[in-house]
């Protein structure tokens, strides 16, 4: 229950979010309330990839995050609402887990072992476990061609996680009351031009139609200039001096 630097439900941020999350949902017990702050963090805060050692108030601000991000807040909005909660810490295979969305343009820089990291309420004195990462419009545009993107329901009875391969998922390494540690260590690989890419990615996805597999997904997105440039920027490529010299604008940061 305790709030921590990166846990940080003691702030107003916090508070505020959740009385919102009460009288919207007209939660009345434990249960409806964590059902509905589940909803809230998988469907208002958008996915998206950056660093997972931030605040939850920060999440909260920017609206967007990466699943330990998502997972954080949820913990943090349990946490005020005076339900105990939990970090979920699975090894996973990162360049497999994402599926056939993770195309290996994108996943080819990240290490084959990595962490995901899901929430867990203790609620009538039994831990169950809920993963907030895939919001619903990311769900809506991909979830038919990719399994792991499957929109995640929880009603704070059952355990609901993504529809993770058990191929891609080395070992589930147990509940936490804290992975302060883990969220202080820098990405590896992560670099700021790599992460540009994902997200422009995502971006793509989530303001075309939805396309209906994904081969043609990849096709319109790797087929687009602005592409071509952040692919070889985030190989190290010096292209935004060729980029400009050929009358296109290099991706901003």
């Given at each position: 229950?305790?709030?921590?630097?990166?846990?940080?439900?003691?702030?107003?941020a916090i508070a505020r979010a959740l009385q919102e999350i009460v009288e919207s949902s007209g939660a009345g017990d434990q249960r409806a309330v964590a059902a509905a702050a589940f909803a809230f963090v998988r469907d208002e805060i958008h996915y998206t990839l950056g660093p997972w050692g931030v605040s939850a108030s920060t999440t909260l601000e920017r609206r967007a995050g990466m699943?330990?991000?998502?997972?954080?807040?949820?913990?943090?909005?349990?946490?005020r609402a005076g339900?105990?909660?939990?970090?979920?810490?699975?090894?996973?295979?990162?360049?497999?887990?994402?599926?056939?969305i993770g195309a290996p343009f994108l996943t080819q820089y990240m290490s084959s072992t990595s962490t995901h990291v899901y929430a867990a309420a203790l609620i009538d004195g039994r831990w169950i476990k809920c993963d907030p990462s895939t919001d619903s419009e990311l769900?809506?545009?991909?979830?038919?061609?990719?399994?792991?993107?499957?929109?995640?329901?929880?009603?704070?009875?059952?355990?609901?996680?993504d529809f993770l391969e058990p191929r891609h998922v080395y070992a589930d390494l147990g509940l936490f009351a804290d992975i302060a540690?883990?969220?202080?260590?820098?990405?590896r690989g992560a670099t700021?031009?790599?992460?540009?890419?994902?997200?422009?990615?995502?971006?793509?996805?989530?303001?075309?139609?939805?396309f209906d597999s994904?081969?043609?997904?990849?096709?319109?997105?790797?087929?687009?200039?602005?592409?071509?440039?952040?692919?070889?920027?985030?190989?190290?490529?010096e292209v935004v001096a060729a980029a400009a010299s050929e009358g296109r604008k290099p991706p901003q940061s």
């Open positions: 229950l305790v709030a921590s630097e990166f846990c940080d439900h003691d702030g107003p699943c330990t991000n998502k997972a954080n807040l949820l913990i943090a909005l349990l946490r339900i105990p909660a939990a970090y979920g810490v699975l090894s996973v295979n990162a360049r497999e887990y994402f599926g056939v769900a809506n545009r991909t979830a038919h061609f990719c399994r792991q993107t499957v929109l995640i329901e929880w009603d704070a009875v059952h355990d609901s996680m540690d883990r969220l202080a260590r820098p990405a700021p031009a790599r992460m540009q890419l994902w997200n422009d990615y995502i971006a793509f996805i989530r303001r075309e139609p939805a994904i081969e043609s997904l990849l096709d319109a997105y790797t087929g687009r200039d602005e592409t071509a440039v952040l692919i070889e920027v985030a190989d190290g490529g």
